[in-house]
């Protein structure tokens, strides 16, 4: 493959997201996006900018995340201006692993229940104040969606009352 049919290639799905992120964005009051600072969650926080250049990125704080990756948030954070807004759990690591143990290795369900689902669940209902819905914007990758295809990342949208 050539270094033309790449670009053409890439162009192409870039292209496909921006559309879809036009009709998703576009007339709605309130939209927010999740994101973990992998490279799907970068591209997608730069390239909903280009639609709504405050629109809040939520970072959902889990409290083990790689002192790398904090960096990272940090610098892309700074450098595009993002409306970085951290989700924490209700409970630090120490105090979730003094009461339940190490969760994430005995019941991970559980754990992501308690340190990703229920801050961003939270986060997202205060974004639906005065009786406006918030438009939710997350990627999803092959292997995370749970249907094991290989079609590469997926925008995932909701809208949340």
């Given at each position: ?40 969650d970068v591209l997608l926080a730069k390239l909903s900018q280009e639609y709504d250049p405050a629109i809040p990125v939520l970072f959902l704080d889990t409290g083990y995340h790689f002192a790398e990756t904090y960096t990272y ?89």
């Amino acid at each position: 493959m050539t270094l033309a049919q790449i670009s053409g290639e890439v162009e192409v799905k870039l292209n496909r997201v921006r559309t879809i992120l036009a009709r998703e964005l576009t007339g709605v009051h309130q939209a927010c996006l999740t994101c973990s600072f992998q490279a799907e969650d970068v591209l997608l926080a730069k390239l909903s900018q280009e639609y709504d250049p405050a629109i809040p990125v939520l970072f959902l704080d889990t409290g083990y995340h790689f002192a790398e990756t904090y960096t990272y948030r940090d610098r892309i954070a700074r450098e595009w201006r993002l409306n970085l807004i951290n989700l924490l759990p209700e409970k630090t690591v120490a105090e979730q692993e003094t009461e339940r143990g190490l969760l994430y290795q005995s019941a991970p369900d559980q754990c992501c229940k308690l340190r990703k689902v229920e801050p961003d669940v939270y986060k997202r209902q205060g974004l639906t104040t005065a009786g406006r819905s918030a438009q939710t914007l997350a990627s999803i990758c092959q292997g995370q969606s749970g249907q094991g295809q290989d079609d590469g990342c997926l925008l995932y949208t909701s809208r949340c009352v």
